[in-house]
């Protein structure tokens, strides 16, 4: 009767090594999610630091009115309505310094609106 139980707990240990194990392979393989928040004039974070050929999901929200992100360097441009959320895909493909700046005219600030992107290794 003991050795059944014990059997049976050993069994849970290992299913549970091997599911934390699945879901940890799962979490890295998945696209790092990176939420931006836009609001005149200012997106928040305001600086994000990426890693070369990881895939990234940009989840870009608006708090206001409509604005916009794009990094000319990468291609990218993403819009967002007044108070709506909108999700990007992209994969940064070289290193650097990047600067995105919003792509939709939301103001006085607009021209200063920006956000720092470093890509490393
Ligand atoms: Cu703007």
Same mark, same amino acid.
Request: aromatic share 14%; hydrophobic share 30%; proline share 0%.
């Given at each position: 009767m003991l050795k059944k139980w014990t059997r049976a707990a050993m069994l849970i240990a290992i299913l549970f090594c091997v599911a934390s194990q699945t879901r940890l392979l799962h979490s890295q393989d998945a696209p790092k999610r990176v939420e931006i928040t836009a609001k005149k004039f200012s997106f928040t974070p305001g600086d994000v630091t990426l890693k070369k050929g990881q895939p990234v999901v940009l989840v870009l929200k608006s708090e206001d009115v409509p604005h916009g992100l794009s990094f000319r360097d990468f291609n990218v441009n993403i819009k967002v309505g007044a108070g709506k959320t909108v999700e990007a895909h992209f994969t940064p493909d070289k290193t650097g310094d990047f600067t995105g700046h919003? $792509?939709?005219?939301?103001? $006085?600030g607009h021209g200063s609106m920006a956000l720092k992107l470093h890509v490393v290794d």
């Open positions: 919003c $792509s939709v005219f939301c103001g $006085s």
